[in-house]
């Protein structure tokens, strides 16, 4: 069980602020989604909490205690992270680069013990590649590497999990797949962020939603008091047809704003 | 994370280290027979076999083990953490710094003052030469950054260089200075090994065990500190681990490049490739590859011995040819 707390976080990318002022408080057992257009910040909001930014004031706590306390392992050890659109600098084994999650238990020089690898094995099933177990990560296609880096970052199994953009790159499918299998993680007691485009997929699953914008969060609650026809038109410069009737919500991006 | 290699890849290059220990012992300029050499081995033999052997070959071969165990260590730590292929001691300037830092002790006559300033200054200048590029080339994971920045180094070391000969007081000057350029084992002492071991012990204690941290770099920086690895350590350790070791060696041997970008990429596809797998491989491979090019330096017949740095340049260049028509893809 991971709370993440953030209060008057700015961050800076060279002159301007790509995130301004906020402050927020995350709860284990919740699927937060992050939400914004492209440069709103979102990324940088998670790289803060994980403490990977750099000038960064305020401050960002896990579990009470505040992460420039924290050593890295001690990080690695309670969020599991998942970049966006990683590339790989080595043409690393499938199962290798599974178990480079387990490195946040390791001592420098200890091996896997077997409950390491049983790990790995049950974090390659979960993300529905155990069968690319024995075949090079960098030959994969973009989805089935996405998916093994996602188990990469399941092997973890760290109380708290941030992804970003894991959807992107994987088809129909396997976007239904990878968004149960962080439901079912958040189910199971874990927090979960995840950064994600897919509006409907959003309002579908996340508990909560952050809505970003320059920076700011201009909006934070359940999916459908965030994503409103007001707010979309706001923030993305989109008309949108929402419908919030049906079995799930159904949100469509219908067209762009002029002005 | 336990990397995985060819079963049979560690105990044949122990016995190709063995075999070209061996081989350092038994050939050269005057052939012993093997029987001669085991005779000295085992405590007998006779004088001239005495001294041909233990005061002559066995440090040469000694320094050959040792230099070119480190040579082929950095190569594969710096590759490893610089998630470049073509990095290397020689290719980023280290030795060439080294090299100057030696040549700089000879010109000002301090190697005469104390035994331990060439070396210092060897380790010294190429600390500042890696210090210098990892400022250059920045957190960029662009090989070509990282080249350009090596080449920035490697240029300004070699300019001191030829600075130094270029001033030169006299033609015995420049020719010990040159020797520096080429490298070379020959004429070496126990003096020489007394100097080389320990800086050798130290660099390859700091440089092979982080093998873990360079693998989780396969993920990129972010990706690695994110999985706890505390790179700002990682990076010092490499960084002294390389000084001195290869500044060190080079203050024995001279710049000798390529053996540590050619034994990476020998024993790779032998290996899971990543990058902990070929550590170990690595300086096992460097010792035998510089050992046997030094016999080779001896037996092959030219009016004066050839320069060791000479021949690992040659075999070198191959390997970035491969490299080149891999990535322009006519391989």
């Not at chain 2, 989780?216 to 920086?221: N, V, W």
């Amino acid at each position: 069980m991971v709370t993440i707390r953030t209060e008057e976080i700015t961050v800076r990318l060279g002159r301007y602020p790509a995130v301004s002022g906020i402050t927020l408080d995350l709860f284990p057992g919740q699927l937060v989604g992050i939400v914004g257009p492209n440069g709103a910040g979102k990324s940088t909001l998670i790289r803060a909490m994980l403490g990977l930014a750099k000038s960064v004031s305020g401050t960002v706590s896990i579990d009470g205690t505040p992460i420039a306390r924290l050593s890295r392992q001690e990080i690695a050890r309670r969020i599991a992270y998942l970049p966006q659109g990683q590339t790989l600098h080595w043409p690393l084994l499938v199962e290798r680069l599974a178990a480079l999650g387990r490195m946040p238990h390791l001592g420098p020089l200890s091996r896997l013990s077997p409950q390491d690898e049983a790990l790995i094995d049950a974090a390659l099933a979960r993300a529905d590649v155990l069968h690319l177990k024995g075949r090079i990560a960098t030959e994969l296609s973009g989805g089935e590497r996405a998916r093994v880096l996602l188990a990469r970052a399941l092997a973890v199994g760290a109380p708290a999990l941030i992804a970003d953009e894991p959807l992107a790159a994987l088809d129909p499918g396997h976007q239904i797949d990878v968004m149960d299998l962080l439901k079912a993680e958040a189910r199971g007691g874990a927090l979960v962020v995840t950064v994600l485009h897919d509006l409907g997929m959003a309002a579908r699953y996340c508990d909560r939603l952050l809505l970003m914008d320059r920076g700011k969060l201009v909006a934070d609650g359940v999916p459908l008091d965030v994503l409103t026809e007001q707010s979309l038109a706001e923030v993305y410069g989109i008309s949108a047809c929402i419908d919030a009737n049906g079995d799930w919500p159904l949100i469509l991006p219908t067209g762009r704003i002029k002005g | 994370m336990t990397a995985r290699r060819h079963p049979l890849l560690l105990p044949a290059l122990i016995a190709l280290t063995l075999i070209a220990a061996l081989g350092s012992l038994t050939l050269g300029a005057v052939p012993l027979a093997p029987g001669r050499v085991l005779a000295v081995l085992t405590g007998g033999g006779d004088e001239v076999a005495r001294a041909i052997l233990i005061d002559l070959r066995m440090p040469r071969m000694l320094l050959g083990l040792i230099v070119g165990a480190i040579l082929g260590l950095a190569g594969a730590s710096l590759q490893g953490y610089l998630r470049n292929p073509l990095a290397e001691p020689s290719v980023l300037g280290a030795s060439n710094a080294a090299a100057l830092g030696a040549v700089c002790a000879l010109y000002f006559g301090l190697a005469h003052v104390h035994p331990v300033i060439l070396p210092l200054l060897a380790i010294t200048t190429s600390l500042v030469a890696i210090a210098a590029l990892f400022l250059l080339a920045g957190p960029s994971e662009s090989p070509l950054t990282l080249i350009l920045a090596g080449i920035a180094v490697a240029t300004l070391a070699g300019a001191g260089i030829s600075l130094s000969l270029n001033l030169s007081p006299n033609p015995f000057a420049a020719m010990e200075i040159m020797s520096w350029l080429m490298g070379s084992l020959e004429n070496r002492s126990y003096a020489h090994v007394s100097i080389a071991l320990p800086c050798v012990l130290i660099g390859s204690a700091l440089l092979i065990a982080d093998g873990r941290t360079l693998d989780a770099l396969t993920l990129g920086e972010e990706g690695a500190q994110a999985l706890g690895a505390d790179l700002a350590k990682t990076r010092l350790r490499i960084m002294l681990g390389v000084a001195i070791g290869v500044g060190g060696a080079v203050a024995v041997s001279g710049a000798i490049g390529f053996v540590g970008l050619i034994v990476p990429h020998l024993v790779r596809p032998l290996t899971d490739r990543s990058p902990s797998a070929i550590l170990v491989p690595s300086l096992l491979g460097g010792a035998a590859l510089l050992t046997f090019a030094d016999i080779g330096v001896r037996l092959i017949p030219t009016s004066s011995e050839l320069k060791l740095g000479v021949l690992t340049a040659l075999l070198g260049v191959p390997v970035f040819l491969v490299h080149l028509m891999r990535e322009r893809r006519l391989w």
